[in-house]
């Protein structure tokens, strides 16, 4: 990696609502940039601690891996205060609705770069845990941020509205699994793993189904 760019992890705690139930949850919330700025990747429970890691950097975007509510809940306060658009795939504006009604955002698509801090970041279009679910790949670093398609042990869940679980098994192999072996994952949630680590068990994924 050049220069100073580093990537952060910032750990936000809160609820998970969907199809009427609710799950306390941990978030990963991550800083991609160097000591001027940074892109946040996820806008998860809490604007205070997310803002203080991000200290006097400026902000670029902040972008939603994709828009369940554990992913967006601050993201309008981070985009107003930090003078940063909220940046999510137009194919979760139904999910946005849901916590932030009429509130706005920037639409993204597979392919755009985002640039931070000398490099850029590559938006992959990954749906099946939601439609408009996208990771980030910014080959660099060898990183990849994967919001919530795919997890140490497996693709994310898919048993609830508006998830499919063929259409995330493919997103995974034809795009995730496309990458280098030696790939580091930034999971939404609980700890890193790499594309070489998950790509031999994807057979097991598919007869475990959903």
């Known amino acids: 990696m050049s220069g100073n760019l580093r990537i952060e992890r910032v750990v936000t705690s809160g609820v998970f609502e969907l199809d009427g139930g609710s799950w306390d949850v941990d978030n990963n919330v991550w800083l991609v940039g160097d000591d001027d700025e940074v892109v946040i990747v996820d806008a998860a429970h809490d604007e205070k601690t997310i803002t203080e890691a991000v200290g006097g950097r400026d902000v670029v975007a902040i972008v939603c891996t994709h828009?369940?509510?554990d992913h967006v809940t601050v993201a309008p306060r981070l985009s107003e205060h930090l003078h940063a658009p909220a940046v999510l795939h137009p194919g979760d504006q139904e999910l946005w609705e849901m916590t932030h009604p009429g509130g706005r955002f920037r639409s993204t698509e597979d392919g755009e770069r985002i640039a931070v801090a000398g490099t850029e970041l590559e938006v992959i279009h990954?749906?099946?845990?939601?439609?408009g679910s996208i990771c980030l790949h910014l080959p660099e670093a060898k990183a990849l941020f994967s919001g919530d398609t795919l997890f140490s042990g497996g693709p994310g869940a898919t048993g609830r509205s508006f998830s499919d679980f063929p259409t995330i098994i493919s997103s995974i192999r034809e795009r995730l699994f496309a990458l280098p072996e030696d790939t580091k994952?930034?999971?939404g949630h609980g700890d890193p793993t790499t594309i070489g680590a998950e790509?031999?068990?994807?057979a097991e994924w598919i007869a475990r189904g959903h």
């Open 67 to 69: 828009g369940h509510n």
């Open 199 to 202: 790509a031999p068990h994807l």
């Open 185 to 187: 994952v930034h999971t």
């Open 126 to 131: 990954t749906p099946g845990h939601s439609p």
